[in-house]
């Protein structure tokens, strides 16, 4: 098992945003998170990165996580090339005395490629497209070699074809046996993932997509954001959230 998480409860000081959270990671396994605006994914991310220290409940993670934030919280404002940010993912490793080398640099161009972003390498990131900052940031991901990464809406503002190039990648880190979480708000997307952790405030459903999306389990989850499509089994409509089609 590569993450474990009992009974999990996050806070900010005042009310409880998120409650009742248990599930594991399996080696390999992709997760996704699924859950309203404010449903506490984003939450549940930063409690197992050690950035809020959880109200109650335990976790057991690997010492080294990769991590790809939610766009609109990564700076722009700071003159850095998409290699400089993709180079950030290898100074966790650096011993303090050595400067990046070449290694880095081609851990990094590597990274870069994977994403199919080597020709935007010396581009700066601040001006790069939301899309195109989405794929350096998960390149970034990938130079940390973790064996779990953490995605927080890694295809939001990402066109269809990066978004597949980018789900070809998440199954290729699957395969290499990485456990991946990843928040989502695509239900078609989560139904290709192994198993689905569903939140609204606190855990509603997990287990495989096929038993956990279950009409009842979405209206738990999204409340009235829920619609039918004809053909589908349910969508889902996030009205308040950022670029999302
Ligand atoms: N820094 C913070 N301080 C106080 N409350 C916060 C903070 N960050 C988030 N919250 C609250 O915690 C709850 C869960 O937010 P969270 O960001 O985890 O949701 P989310 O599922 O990631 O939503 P989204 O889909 O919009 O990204 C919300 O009610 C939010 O207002
Ligand atoms: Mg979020």
Same mark, same amino acid.
């Given at each position: ?14 009310? &409880? &945003?998120?409650?009742?959270? *248990?599930?594991?990671? %399996?080696?390999?396994?992709?997760? +996704? ?6 449903? +506490?994914?984003? *939450? ?9 220290? $959880? ?9 080294? /996580? +990769?991590? !790809? ?9 700071? $003159?850095?090339? =998409? ?28 990274? /870069? %490629? ?21 794929? !350096? ?9 973790? @064996? !779990? ?8 503002? !990402? ?24 928040? *989502?708000?695509? /239900? ?20 495989? $997509?096929?038993?956990?999306? *279950? ?16 053909? =589908? ?5 996030? @009205? ?6």
């Amino acid at each position: 098992m590569q993450v474990s998480v009992q009974d999990l409860a996050a806070s900010y000081g005042g009310p &409880v &945003v998120l409650s009742d959270v *248990t599930f594991d990671v %399996e080696e390999g396994e992709r997760i +996704g998170v699924l859950g309203p605006n404010g449903g +506490g994914k984003s *939450t549940l991310f930063r409690v197992l990165l050690g950035e809020l220290r $959880p109200l109650r409940g335990s976790f057991q993670r690997p010492s080294r /996580l +990769g991590f !790809v934030p939610q766009t609109e919280r990564s700076r722009l404002d700071y $003159p850095v090339s =998409a290699l400089d940010v993709a180079l950030m993912g290898t100074l966790s490793r650096l011993a303090w005395w050595r400067p990046v080398g070449r290694r880095e640099r081609r851990a990094a161009l590597a990274a /870069l %490629e994977r994403v199919g972003l080597t020709a935007l390498a010396d581009e700066q990131f601040g001006e790069l497209s939301g899309g195109q900052r989405q794929r !350096v940031l998960v390149a970034r991901a990938l130079v940390q070699d973790a @064996p !779990v990464l953490l995605l927080d809406e890694p295809f939001s503002g !990402v066109d269809r074809t990066s978004a597949d190039l980018l789900e070809r990648l998440l199954d290729d880190l699957a395969a290499e046996g990485r456990g991946l979480l990843l928040a *989502t708000h695509d /239900l078609e997307q989560a139904r290709r993932f192994d198993r689905v952790l569903c939140l609204n405030r606190r855990q509603i459903a997990f287990g495989p $997509p096929e038993e956990t999306l *279950t009409r009842a389990v979405l209206e738990e989850t999204y409340g009235g954001e829920i619609v039918a499509l004809p053909g =589908a089994a349910a969508a889902v409509l996030p @009205p308040h959230h950022h670029e999302h089609d």
